[in-house]
Nanobody
Framework: QVQLVESGGGLVQPGASLRLSCVASGFTLDSYAIGWFRQAPGKEREGVSCIRPSDRGTYYTDSVKGRFTMSRDDAKNTVVLQMDNLKPGDTAIYYC??????????????????????WGQGTQVTVSS
């Protein structure tokens, strides 16, 4: 059974860091592109980052470039999203997802989420002073 479980969310002040983890079961991460998405109240779901299976190449939406880093630990079958210098605008529920194709091209574009076939339950990130 394919399953993705996120953890690591919380309430932090602006400028702080959080480390989100996504543990996969039922498949191996190194064969699929994996993405992080987020959805804030009243807003559309937004693609945050994606990691390519072949060479671990990563992609980020412009608003998080230089602050967020996505990585993969094959031994633990886990992907991690390190989030530094958090801003109130980062407040959202964060989801990890498996893409049906082993590539990140257009994964973070509008409607890119449609190409992902398995989703975790999400973890809440709140950035507030």
């Amino acid at each position: 059974q394919v399953q993705l479980v996120e953890s690591g969310g919380g309430l932090v002040q602006p400028g702080a860091s959080l480390r989100l983890s996504c543990v996969a079961s039922g498949f191996t991460l190194d064969s699929y592109a994996i993405g992080w998405f987020r959805q804030a109240p009243g807003k559309e779901r937004e693609g945050v980052s994606c990691i390519r299976p072949s060479d671990r190449g990563t992609y980020y939406t412009d608003s998080v470039k230089g602050r967020f880093t996505m990585s993969r630990d094959d031994a633990k079958n886990t992907v991690v999203l390190q989030m530094d210098n958090l801003k109130p605008g980062d407040t959202a529920i964060y989801y990890c997802a498996r893409r049906a194709i082993p590539a990140c091209a257009l994964a973070l574009a509008t409607d890119g989420a449609r190409s992902f076939d398995a989703w975790g339950q999400g973890t809440q990130v709140t950035v507030s002073s």
